[in-house]
Structure formats: C-alpha cells, structure tokens
C-alpha cells in the first residue's frame, strides 16, 4: 500500500541553523508534491510545489528537493528563526488524481 | 483577503446526534475538499467536489457520513448519527484546477468533540 513517512515526529533546532525536514515515499508515483505548514489550532498553509521533472525549488530562506529514484523531498529552511516553530506536512500528488496525500507531519522547534 | 471559511468553529455534541459542518470556499475555486485529522492518523481525504460534482468519497463512511454541495459557495459534511470516534478536526479546503491540481487553502477547521 502507499505509504509516506516524514522523519522523526519532533525536530529541535537552534536559531540561525539550517532545519532539514525529510519525506519518504513507498509505492507511489507521484507527479507533484507539496509542503504545507501547520500551526496549533490552524489548518495547513501552502509554502512550496515542485514537480517530478524538477529537481529542486526556492523561496526565499525554504527550498526543497525531488528525488523520485530515492523516492525522497527534502525540506530545508535556512537560517531558522523561533516563528518558523509549526508542523510541516508533505503531501502527494499522483498525475491524474486531483487529491494530495499528506504524511503524517514533522513537529519543528527552533530554540532562541 | 479571499480566505475558506468554516461554521462551527467548535461543535461538542452528544452521541446519536446529528452533526452539520458548512464550508464557504474562496470564490472562484472549483475544487473543494473534506479532510479529516486526528493525532492517531494525521490528515485523510473524506471527499472532493469538482465544479460541485462529487469526484470521490471513498474516504468517508457511507453509512454515517454524507457530503454536499447546494451550490458554489456553500459546502456541507453532515454525520447522522455521530459516534465518539467520530471526534476530530475537519477540515476544508478549496482550490482552482485549472489541467493540474495547484495549491489548497484550507480553513480553521470544524473541532467536533463526540460525547
């Protein structure tokens, strides 16, 4: 069955570092995937879209990358500030469908 | 600012109740979607509306749940009759898909405590 994993529930970072978030994906073909962040009592924001053909997108301090032979995005937010403390959710597109897929998120904390 | 807009915004019911969530997309959008999300199984699809034609509810139980759209500016998910595990976060969303699917806007979220 489809699956997608997002790693580890929770992240703890520093102000100023880089926070990499990781999403994997098994059997599954997705077209696009996406990136929305989450916060307490709010619904998912869209922040990033990036296509199987593209290897990687930035906006501003976020980018992220497309592995479709390791199945993989990652999803990196450069000098990280305590406001970007939220849940990041990826989601998966399949080509045809019009419905996303969403993991089950990554917790993120940047530490002052 | 165009935003999705959800009524209730908290709904704490008893069980056996019905239960009626509305959603009012952002005008101009003619996707519009049902997710529910949970601690224990994070966000899952219900159903989806294109142009206000249902695409696909095989996420919802058919039994219990239902899913509307009187027209483009108002959705509705109805539970009859609701169950504890029914308890959650739902959430909708609306979109412009044009050949390909874009961005979602979601809305706060209908908190739907089942007693």
């Known amino acids: 069955s489809q699956k997608i994993e997002q790693n580890s529930e929770a992240l703890n970072i520093q102000e100023g570092k880089t926070a990499t978030l990781t999403c994997n994906y098994t059997?599954?073909?997705?077209?696009?995937l996406q990136w929305y962040r989450q916060d307490p009592g709010r619904g998912p924001v869209f922040l990033l879209l990036?296509?199987?053909?593209?290897k990687e997108k930035r906006k501003e301090r976020l980018k992220v990358t497309f592995d479709t032979t390791l199945k993989q995005s990652l999803f990196h937010i450069t000098a990280s500030q305590p406001a970007d403390s939220a849940t990041y959710l990826c989601?998966?597109?399949?080509?045809?469908?019009?419905?996303?897929?969403f993991g089950s998120g990554t917790q993120l904390t940047v530490l002052p | 600012d165009a935003r999705v807009t959800q009524t209730p915004r908290d709904k704490v019911t008893e069980m056996g109740q019905e239960v009626t969530m509305r959603c009012q997309p952002i005008l101009g959008h003619n996707t519009v979607f049902w997710y529910r999300q949970t601690m224990m199984q994070g966000l899952e699809l219900l159903a989806y509306f294109r142009n206000r034609a249902p695409l696909d509810d095989s996420g919802m139980p058919k039994d219990r749940f239902s899913a509307e759209m009187p027209d483009a500016t108002l959705a509705t998910l109805k539970i009859q009759p609701s169950e504890p595990r029914d308890s959650a976060v739902y959430f909708c969303?609306?979109?412009?898909?044009?050949?390909?699917?874009?961005?979602?806007?979601f809305g706060p979220g209908t908190r739907l405590t089942v007693l």
């Open positions: 969303a609306s979109g412009l898909v044009v050949r390909t699917i874009n961005e979602q806007f």
């Open positions: 989601a998966l597109q399949g080509g045809s469908a019009r419905q996303l897929t």
């Open positions: 990036i296509r199987e053909n593209e």
């Open positions: 059997n599954y073909s997705p077209a696009y």
